[in-house]
């Protein structure tokens, strides 16, 4: 089970951290990807990370203001966000796949996913 946690309303230029505790999966052989669906929108990857042993992969849109970490001893991902745009605005979701070097940033290779935690940024 994965539990995504940590959006809200925003003031673009402002940081967020969001998490993803994830509860009944062998943590360690999972890799772990942060998606976002704005309304209307295809669901998008933005970040993963292999958890074996954490390389970390970024889609172009987000990457330098979009950092995802693992704390191995909480079996949390997080998903550190700054300089957020209105653009940023959507639902967030996390995803689990393993085994984790299957790693990605496609929707449709991930297992497992939690319900989602909405950012949105205003202007």
């Known amino acids: 089970q994965l539990q995504a946690s940590g959006g809200g309303l925003v003031q673009a230029g402002e940081s967020l951290r969001l998490s993803c505790a994830a509860s009944?999966?062998?943590?360690?052989?999972?890799?772990i990807g942060w998606f976002r669906q704005g309304r209307g929108k295809e669901r998008e990857g933005v970040a993963c990370?292999?958890?074996?042993?954490?390389?970390?992969y970024y889609s172009e849109s987000v990457k330098g203001r979009f950092t995802i970490s693992s704390d191995n001893a909480k079996s949390t991902v997080y998903l550190d966000i700054k300089s957020l745009k209105p653009e940023d605005t959507a639902v967030y979701y996390c995803?689990?796949?393993?085994?984790?070097?299957?790693?990605?940033?496609?929707?449709?290779?991930?297992?497992?996913w939690g319900q989602g935690t909405q950012v949105t940024v205003s202007s």
């Open positions: 995803a689990a796949v393993s085994p984790s070097y299957l790693y990605s940033l496609r929707p449709s290779d991930y297992d497992y």
């Open positions: 009944g999966l062998t943590f360690g052989g999972f890799a």
């Open positions: 990370i292999n958890r074996s042993d954490s390389p970390t």
